[in-house]
Structure formats: structure tokens, C-alpha cells
């Protein structure tokens, strides 16, 4: 008997035992579903679809929400005629397997960390397309962060702010104008719980201000082996204004602001301490959180019986500090009445003035006319700063070296730590299946070390070309589907609906474009000459095709219009069929995307793409990148591994630069982008594309990925800051 045989009679006679045998499945589902384990594990991914592959996808890929519409008597009988018994046994056993092993890398590397575990904070995380409670960048670097520090086996909890409708929803009017959309979270539906404090009782922090008591409860979600504590105001207790204070990212005013901040950073580390979490490292992964440290000096006065400034001193050597923002404005800034309002209460307890506080978020302490900076307080208050690229780097030693007034550019101590991604998540299971076969056994596991990727090298290219024809159609599906739903919703014709169907060409090298609608980041730099461009789409042997997504903050006005003018070209016969505009961009849409184009193109005003990252999941699945030499590319690119856009440097007049760049980036399309994408053997096999495919993975895949990010933090940040050894605060 065939092993698949077995297995189906093996099904069959289990599924006809007993109802115990319904529940234990069902339970087994419910614990896989009860830790985001199961978003980096595609086998895991692909069992809840095969539960039932249409309300997965309308269920927005949540497994809870999926099973809380079974009975267990129901589950088990679609896992018989699935065949999924064993599957889900092995995914279950495999779960409870990483939960109880620690990984060697962390045995050998974060001992001092074991009893003291980094608190990791961060105003928004992106685990999850399922879980809205991020809006971009910031937030899906700090899910990956945390994935990979789950995989290392770092001792780490992470602490963050639980959104109940978290961002919005795009959708474009027929006009092209962008409508966000608000809805309430169902949390019934997540993988969360509140957590509990020693005693049991579900844990609720509370924060005096001038103006009244702040509530919040505090929930618990589990991302593999990483804690990750989620503060939330919609309690009894709260006024309803307060209630409201965490429904949504960025969203309010400047009091919200402070008072979401107060929350995340007071209320953090007060949970942390109910929990009986002490921890050695406080990670602040930008300006939000950092309120954290006045919070930390207070305990630390209260306990240790210490003075402030000693307190204070104490403090910052155990803090990291992360900055992401290489626009000055871009920081968050709050005026006295606020500070006095919110922080007042401790500040009494710390036994300091208005002043002495007002100045640790000021360049100038005395300045009465500076307003409170939070990554003032929080370069201030730590002892490791860090930025997220080389050129970053050099950007923000700049920009905050009035700080340091005696000392040279060189020696301002802001370092880089170069931000990767989480490799499993962004990585499609086809191109997880090839790296399987030709990878050393181990590899996902090692997936920060060089060598393990040079054996991409060995993979024949004609099959990695198959592989990423594959995704590039899936992505295509994927586009229409979305597509022809837009068109649906906006009232267009049946016509149009049915010729959205087939938009786009499989053959056609694809290009996307998906990132937010900032005004920096140029959405219309490659439409600066349309007629130059619609050549390019049009060619009767090489044509292109474009693809976007993107969603615009809802007070950026024109960052709206931008889009507006790019979805309105979707209706230009000249560019008819060879531009799409995909709404409502999120982890999903990013996935599709960068695991099936052939080309990813970022063209920033340089240099303030502080390091993006999105580029960095195209070059796992065989995309190549076409960028500004800016944020990570400025150090990634060598010449074989992708495409350049521009040399590297700008003009003081935008609209010069903006020229020069749309000019380089026609003509790095025309004479190398093009011609090597259609340059074909005997064979239909692009030669040298592949090869660039190949230079791209090995030559980057292990360097961004967030196993060496965090490699690097634990290393040079984590462990030297927890062990209270002044560390490298140079450069690392
Ligand atoms: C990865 C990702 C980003 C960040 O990418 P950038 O290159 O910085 O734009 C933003 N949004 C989503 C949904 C992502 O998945």
C-alpha cells in the first residue's frame, strides 16, 4: 500500500472514531492558529487553505476567524476528505518542537540576556496581513525583527500598542481620489489574550497626568517565541474620548500623539514590571517609545534608592536607540503645556524641574523657544544610537551634531545597523522549495551566513527562470482578480470589468512600483515624459508594463494627488493594458508583488529613503532591483546584482534633480534593463538576466536579511549594553 493510501484509509477510520478525536483536532488547529509560527510557515499556511480555500481568502487569511465558522465534527470531516490528519499532527508537533528548543546560535551568543530579556518597543508591528495594527515600513521592520529574533532564539519580548481599527482601507472614488475606510477590528478573531500579571489577574496599567488617570489593558500575542504585549485604552474606566485614544495609527492630533506615546512608552515598561519582566536591554526602535526611559529612571530611583542623575546614567547605558527618520520635521515635537500635562506626575517623582525635563528633549537645554523632541530625549537617554543604512548613517551624524557641538561629524555617536527582512515571510514557498533542493539541510536556519546562499550558484537557469514564471503568473492573477473587483465597486461597465480581466501580458517584462505616497519618494518620476514612456510600453518587441500600489497618509494632500494622477493614466489609451493601479496596499499586496515581478523600481529624492526594505524581499524571490542609489540600495548595488539609478548624488534644486533622475532612469531602462530582459538563447532562456538573478541572491540575500539585523543588534547593542560594558558607539 502506497504511503498516500494509508493515510487516506488511516483518515477515514479516524474521522469515524469519536468526537474526542474532533476536539483534539480542533484544538491542534486553534494552538497552530494561536501563534504567528504559522505566518512564515507556508505547509501551515496551506493547510488552513485547504480547510476552505474561498473564505480564506475572504476571511483576510485569519485561521481563527476560518475556524471559529467549523464545529469540530465538521473540521474533521473536511480534514478526512483532505487528507490533512497527518499534516496537521506534524505541524503541531513541529510547533511544540521550536517552542521547547533553544536555537544554537542564541546558546552561544546571548547569555547575558537569559535572565534579563531585551524590551523591544516599537509603535506599530506588521506581523500579518490578518492582524492590522501597522501602516507601513516601521511596522513590518519591527514584525521582522521580532520573527528573527524568535528564530535566533534571542530573549526578547516586544511591547507595542493594540489598534481596534487600526489603519485604514483604501479604496479610489471614480475620480481616482483616495477614500479611507475605517473598521472595527473584531477581536475575537486574533491571536490574542489578555495577559496575566503573577497573580492571575488580567493585567491593566494605569498613567497619572495633570488632567486625569489614563487606563489601559494589556493583551499578550505570541510570535513564535517572542512575547509580544499590546497596550490598549478601550477599557471601562477610560472617558469615551480616552476609549478612542488607540483605535488608530497616527491618527488625532498632537495630544493624541503625546498621549499614545505616554501610553506606549510609561505604560510600557510599567507592564513589563507588573509582569515580573525585568529587562536588561531596552530596545527603542524609533522616537515614539521614548518616554520608556523616564519611566525606567523612576523604577530605578524607587528600587535602588538612586539619586536621579545616577538613575539616568544607569538607564542609558542599558537603551538602544533606533532612528528612522532622515527629514528633520519628520520627528516628533510637543510644547511645554503638553510635556506639563503628561509627564508632570513623574516628573514629580523624579524629583525634577519643568526645566531639567523640558531639556533633555532639547538640542539646546535653555532654548525656552525648542520644542520637546522625542529622539532629542531618546539620543540623550542611550547609550547605543543607531540608524538603518551606511548613508543613513552619515545622514543622521549630520543632522543631530549640533548635539555634540565639540565633537567632529565623524565622531557623532550614531552608528548603522543596515534593516533586513524576515527571509521565511517574504519568501514564496516555490522559490522555498528550489532553495530546499539546492541549499545546504539547515539553511533556513542560517539564513544571515554568506555561504549557505552561495550555493544558489549551483541551481540550473533554466529552473529558477521556470520558478519565477510561475510567481510572475500568479502575480498576474492576482492583479486582475483585484483589479476587476475595483472596477466593480466604482460602477464601471461590464465591459470594463471584463477587460480587466485579462489585464496585462505574462510575456511583457513587469515592473512594480508599491511603497507609500510620499512626495519624496516621486510615484510619477518615470511618468516625467509620458510620450518617452509610452514608447517603452508600447514597443512592438520589448514593451514594458507597470504596476502600483501605494496608500497616501490622509493629511498628505499631495501624496493623494499623485495617486489620483496615476490611476487616472490607467484610462490613457497610451498606456491601456500596461498600467495598473492595485488599491489598498498592505503585507498582502506587498507579498504578491515582490515575489512575482521582474523588476522593482524605488526612485527617492536621495538621501531620504532612510534604508526601505521592500526592495530587499524582491531579491529572495529573483526579482531584480532598479533604484535610486539610496537607503540600502546606496550599499547593496555593485554593478552585476541590479540596476542603478542615477550616480549617487543630487542637486540642491529638486527640480533639477528630478530631472536628471527621470532622465537616468529612462535610459538605464532603454540600454540595460530592456535589452538584457529580452536578450533570449535558443532556448527563450534570458542568459544573462539569470545571471544577475543569481549575483542578486548571493550577493544580498544573507546581507538583509533581518537573521543579520538582529545578529548585528544583539551583538554589538544587546549584549554590550545588558552587560553594562560601554560598547562601540561609533560604527560598528
Ligand atoms: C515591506 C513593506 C513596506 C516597506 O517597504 P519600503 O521599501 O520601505 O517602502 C511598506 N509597506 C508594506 C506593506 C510592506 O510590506
Same mark, same amino acid.
Given at each position: 500500500?502506497?504511503?498516500?493510501?494509508?493515510?487516506?484509509?488511516?483518515?477515514?477510520?479516524?474521522?469515524?472514531?469519536?468526537?474526542?478525536?474532533?476536539?483534539?483536532?480542533?484544538?491542534?488547529?486553534?494552538?497552530?492558529?494561536?501563534?504567528?509560527?504559522?505566518?512564515?510557515?507556508?505547509?501551515?499556511?496551506?493547510?488552513?487553505? =485547504?480547510?476552505?480555500?474561498?473564505?480564506?481568502?475572504?476571511?483576510?487569511?485569519?485561521?481563527?476567524?476560518?475556524?471559529?465558522?467549523?464545529?469540530?465534527?465538521?473540521?474533521?470531516?473536511?480534514?478526512?476528505?483532505?487528507?490533512?490528519?497527518?499534516?496537521?499532527?506534524?505541524?503541531?508537533?513541529?510547533?511544540?518542537?521550536?517552542?521547547?528548543?533553544?536555537?544554537?546560535?542564541?546558546?552561544?551568543?546571548?547569555?547575558?540576556?537569559?535572565?534579563?530579556?531585551?524590551?523591544?518597543?516599537?509603535?506599530?508591528?506588521?506581523?500579518?496581513?490578518?492582524?492590522?495594527?501597522?501602516?507601513?515600513?516601521?511596522?513590518?521592520?519591527?514584525?521582522?525583527?521580532?520573527?528573527?529574533?524568535?528564530?535566533?532564539?534571542?530573549?526578547?519580548?516586544?511591547?507595542?500598542?493594540?489598534?481596534?481599527?487600526?489603519?485604514?482601507?483604501?479604496?479610489?472614488?471614480?475620480?481616482?481620489?483616495?477614500?479611507?475606510?475605517?473598521?472595527?477590528?473584531?477581536?475575537?478573531?486574533?491571536?490574542?489574550?489578555?495577559?496575566?500579571?503573577?497573580?492571575?489577574?488580567?493585567?491593566?496599567?494605569?498613567?497619572?497626568?495633570?488632567?486625569?488617570?489614563?487606563?489601559?489593558?494589556?493583551?499578550?500575542?505570541?510570535?513564535?517565541?517572542?512575547?509580544?504585549?499590546?497596550?490598549?485604552?478601550?477599557?471601562?474606566?477610560?472617558?469615551?474620548?480616552?476609549?478612542?485614544?488607540?483605535?488608530?495609527?497616527?491618527?488625532?492630533?498632537?495630544?493624541?500623539?503625546?498621549?499614545?506615546?505616554?501610553?506606549?512608552?510609561?505604560?510600557?515598561?510599567?507592564?513589563?514590571?507588573?509582569?515580573?519582566?525585568?529587562?536588561?536591554?531596552?530596545?527603542?526602535?524609533?522616537?515614539?517609545?521614548?518616554?520608556? @526611559?523616564?519611566?525606567?529612571?523612576?523604577?530605578?530611583?524607587?528600587? =535602588?534608592?538612586?539619586?536621579?542623575?545616577?538613575?539616568?546614567?544607569?538607564?542609558?547605558?542599558?537603551?538602544?536607540?533606533?532612528?528612522?527618520?532622515?527629514?528633520?520635521?519628520?520627528?516628533?515635537?510637543?510644547?511645554?503645556?503638553?510635556?506639563?500635562?503628561?509627564?508632570?506626575?513623574?516628573?514629580?517623582?523624579?524629583?525634577?524641574?519643568?526645566?531639567?525635563?523640558?531639556?533633555?528633549?532639547?538640542?539646546?537645554?535653555?532654548?525656552?523657544?525648542?520644542?520637546?523632541?522625542?529622539?532629542?530625549?531618546?539620543?540623550?537617554?542611550?547609550?547605543?544610537?543607531?540608524?538603518?543604512?551606511?548613508?543613513?548613517?552619515?545622514?543622521?551624524?549630520?543632522?543631530?551634531?549640533?548635539?555634540?557641538?565639540?565633537?567632529?561629524?565623524?565622531?557623532?555617536?550614531?552608528?548603522?545597523?543596515?534593516?533586513?527582512?524576515? @527571509?521565511?515571510?517574504?519568501?514564496?514557498?516555490?522559490?522555498?522549495?528550489?532553495?530546499?533542493?539546492?541549499?545546504?539541510?539547515?539553511?533556513?536556519?542560517?539564513?544571515?551566513?554568506?555561504?549557505?546562499?552561495?550555493?544558489?550558484?549551483?541551481? =540550473?537557469?533554466?529552473?529558477?527562470?521556470?520558478?519565477?514564471?510561475?510567481?510572475?503568473?500568479?502575480?498576474?492573477?492576482?492583479?486582475?482578480?483585484?483589479?476587476?473587483?475595483?472596477?466593480?465597486?466604482?460602477?464601471?461597465?461590464? =465591459?470594463?470589468?471584463?477587460?480587466?480581466?485579462?489585464?496585462?501580458?505574462? +510575456?511583457?517584462?513587469?515592473?512594480?512600483?508599491?511603497?507609500?505616497?510620499?512626495?519624496?519618494?516621486?510615484?510619477?518620476?518615470?511618468?516625467?515624459?509620458?510620450?518617452?514612456?509610452?514608447?517603452?510600453?508600447?514597443?512592438?518587441?520589448?514593451?514594458?508594463?507597470?504596476?502600483?500600489?501605494?496608500?497616501?497618509?490622509?493629511?498628505?494632500?499631495?501624496?493623494?494627488?499623485?495617486?489620483?494622477?496615476?490611476?487616472?493614466?490607467?484610462?490613457?489609451?497610451?498606456?491601456? +493594458?500596461?498600467?495598473?493601479?492595485?488599491?489598498?496596499?498592505?503585507?498582502?499586496?506587498?507579498?504578491?508583488?515582490?515575489?512575482?515581478?521582474?523588476?522593482?523600481?524605488?526612485?527617492?529624492?536621495?538621501?531620504?529613503?532612510?534604508?526601505?526594505?521592500?526592495?530587499?524581499?524582491?531579491?529572495? +524571490?529573483?526579482?531584480?532591483?532598479?533604484?535610486?542609489?539610496?537607503?540600502?540600495?546606496?550599499?547593496?548595488?555593485?554593478?552585476?546584482?541590479?540596476?542603478?539609478?542615477?550616480?549617487?548624488?543630487?542637486?540642491?534644486?529638486?527640480?533639477?534633480?528630478? +530631472?536628471?533622475?527621470?532622465?537616468?532612469?529612462?535610459?538605464?531602462?532603454?540600454?540595460?534593463?530592456?535589452?538584457?530582459?529580452?536578450?533570449?538563447?535558443?532556448?527563450?532562456?534570458?542568459?544573462?538576466?539569470?545571471?544577475?538573478?543569481?549575483?542578486?541572491?548571493?550577493?544580498?540575500?544573507?546581507?538583509?536579511?533581518?537573521?543579520?539585523?538582529?545578529?548585528?543588534?544583539?551583538?554589538?547593542?544587546?549584549?554590550?549594553?545588558?552587560?553594562?560594558?560601554?560598547?562601540?558607539?561609533?560604527?560598528?
Amino acid at each position: 500500500m502506497s504511503r498516500v493510501e494509508s493515510e487516506v484509509s488511516w483518515d477515514r477510520h479516524e474521522s469515524t472514531v469519536s468526537s474526542i478525536g474532533a476536539e483534539a483536532l480542533y484544538d491542534k488547529c486553534l494552538a497552530l492558529a494561536n501563534n504567528l509560527w504559522w505566518t512564515w510557515h507556508p505547509d501551515v499556511i496551506n493547510l488552513f487553505r =485547504d480547510l476552505d480555500p474561498i473564505r480564506w481568502r475572504q476571511l483576510d487569511h485569519n485561521p481563527i476567524a476560518l475556524l471559529r465558522e467549523f464545529t469540530p465534527e465538521r473540521l474533521a470531516s473536511r480534514a478526512a476528505e483532505m487528507v490533512l490528519f497527518s499534516r496537521i499532527n506534524h505541524a503541531f508537533r513541529r510547533l511544540k518542537g521550536y517552542m521547547s528548543s533553544v536555537p544554537p546560535w542564541s546558546s552561544t551568543h546571548t547569555g547575558v540576556l537569559g535572565a534579563r530579556p531585551v524590551a523591544y518597543f516599537s509603535a506599530e508591528f506588521g506581523i500579518h496581513e490578518s492582524i492590522p495594527i501597522y501602516s507601513g515600513g516601521l511596522g513590518v521592520l519591527s514584525g521582522d525583527h521580532i520573527k528573527s529574533a524568535s528564530g535566533l532564539g534571542v530573549p526578547l519580548v516586544a511591547i507595542g500598542l493594540f489598534y481596534d481599527q487600526g489603519y485604514f482601507k483604501q479604496h479610489l472614488d471614480a475620480s481616482g481620489y483616495q477614500n479611507e475606510e475605517y473598521l472595527d477590528t473584531k477581536v475575537a478573531n486574533l491571536p490574542m489574550n489578555p495577559a496575566l500579571t503573577q497573580t492571575g489577574e488580567p493585567l491593566t496599567v494605569s498613567i497619572t497626568t495633570r488632567a486625569g488617570t489614563l487606563l489601559a489593558k494589556v493583551w499578550l500575542m505570541q510570535v513564535g517565541r517572542v512575547k509580544l504585549y499590546l497596550l490598549d485604552c478601550n477599557v471601562q474606566g477610560n472617558s469615551p474620548q480616552d476609549r478612542e485614544l488607540t483605535a488608530r495609527l497616527y491618527g488625532g492630533d498632537e495630544r493624541t500623539r503625546i498621549r499614545q506615546e505616554l501610553v506606549l512608552g510609561v505604560g510600557g515598561v510599567r507592564a513589563l514590571h507588573a509582569l515580573g519582566i525585568t529587562p536588561g536591554v531596552l530596545h527603542l526602535n524609533e522616537g515614539h517609545s521614548a518616554f520608556a @526611559t523616564l519611566e525606567a529612571i523612576r523604577q530605578r530611583m524607587q528600587e =535602588d534608592g538612586l539619586p536621579f542623575d545616577d538613575a539616568l546614567r544607569e538607564t542609558a547605558q542599558h537603551t538602544v536607540f533606533t532612528t528612522h527618520t532622515p527629514v528633520p520635521a519628520g520627528h516628533d515635537r510637543f510644547n511645554s503645556g503638553l510635556v506639563e500635562e503628561h509627564l508632570g506626575p513623574l516628573r514629580d517623582e523624579l524629583g525634577i524641574s519643568h526645566e531639567q525635563l523640558l531639556g533633555l528633549g532639547r538640542v539646546e537645554p535653555q532654548n525656552e523657544s525648542e520644542l520637546f523632541c522625542m529622539t532629542v530625549l531618546a539620543l540623550k537617554l542611550s547609550r547605543h544610537a543607531n540608524a538603518v543604512s551606511s548613508l543613513h548613517g552619515q545622514v543622521s551624524r549630520r543632522m543631530w551634531a549640533h548635539l555634540w557641538p565639540w565633537r567632529v561629524e565623524e565622531e557623532i555617536p550614531i552608528g548603522h545597523i543596515t534593516n533586513g527582512v524576515h @527571509t521565511p515571510s517574504w519568501l514564496a514557498w516555490q522559490m522555498m522549495q528550489l532553495y530546499d533542493r539546492h541549499l545546504p539541510a539547515g539553511w533556513s536556519e542560517r539564513l544571515g551566513e554568506a555561504e549557505v546562499w552561495q550555493h544558489v550558484e549551483e541551481i =540550473d537557469p533554466g529552473e529558477l527562470w521556470e520558478t519565477h514564471n510561475t510567481l510572475k503568473s500568479l502575480l498576474l492573477s492576482f492583479v486582475r482578480r483585484r483589479v476587476s473587483r475595483q472596477c466593480r465597486r466604482r460602477g464601471e461597465s461590464d =465591459d470594463v470589468v471584463e477587460s480587466a480581466r485579462n489585464v496585462l501580458d505574462q +510575456n511583457v517584462l513587469t515592473i512594480g512600483f508599491a511603497r507609500r505616497f510620499a512626495t519624496y519618494k516621486r510615484a510619477d518620476l518615470i511618468f516625467r515624459d509620458t510620450d518617452r514612456l509610452a514608447r517603452l510600453l508600447n514597443h512592438p518587441e520589448r514593451p514594458i508594463q507597470l504596476v502600483f500600489a501605494g496608500k497616501a497618509h490622509p493629511k498628505d494632500e499631495p501624496g493623494k494627488q499623485l495617486i489620483k494622477r496615476i490611476a487616472n493614466l490607467q484610462s490613457d489609451p497610451r498606456f491601456h +493594458n500596461r498600467l495598473v493601479f492595485v488599491e489598498d496596499y498592505d503585507i498582502n499586496v506587498c507579498r504578491h508583488l515582490v515575489q512575482g515581478v521582474d523588476v522593482w523600481m524605488n526612485n527617492p529624492r536621495r538621501p531620504l529613503e532612510a534604508s526601505g526594505t521592500s526592495g530587499q524581499k524582491v531579491v529572495l +524571490n529573483g526579482g531584480l532591483n532598479l533604484s535610486i542609489l539610496d537607503g540600502w540600495w546606496a550599499e547593496a548595488y555593485d554593478g552585476r546584482n541590479g540596476f542603478a539609478i542615477g550616480r549617487g548624488t543630487s542637486h540642491v534644486s529638486d527640480d533639477i534633480t528630478d +530631472n536628471r533622475d527621470a532622465h537616468s532612469l529612462y535610459e538605464t531602462l532603454e540600454q540595460q534593463v530592456i535589452p538584457t530582459f529580452y536578450d533570449r538563447d535558443v532556448d527563450g532562456l534570458p542568459r544573462k538576466w539569470v545571471q544577475m538573478m543569481m549575483n542578486s541572491i548571493t550577493s544580498l540575500a544573507w546581507r538583509f536579511s533581518a537573521h543579520r539585523m538582529v545578529m548585528d543588534y544583539t551583538l554589538t547593542a544587546y549584549v554590550p549594553s545588558a552587560g553594562g560594558l560601554s560598547c562601540d558607539m561609533s560604527v560598528r
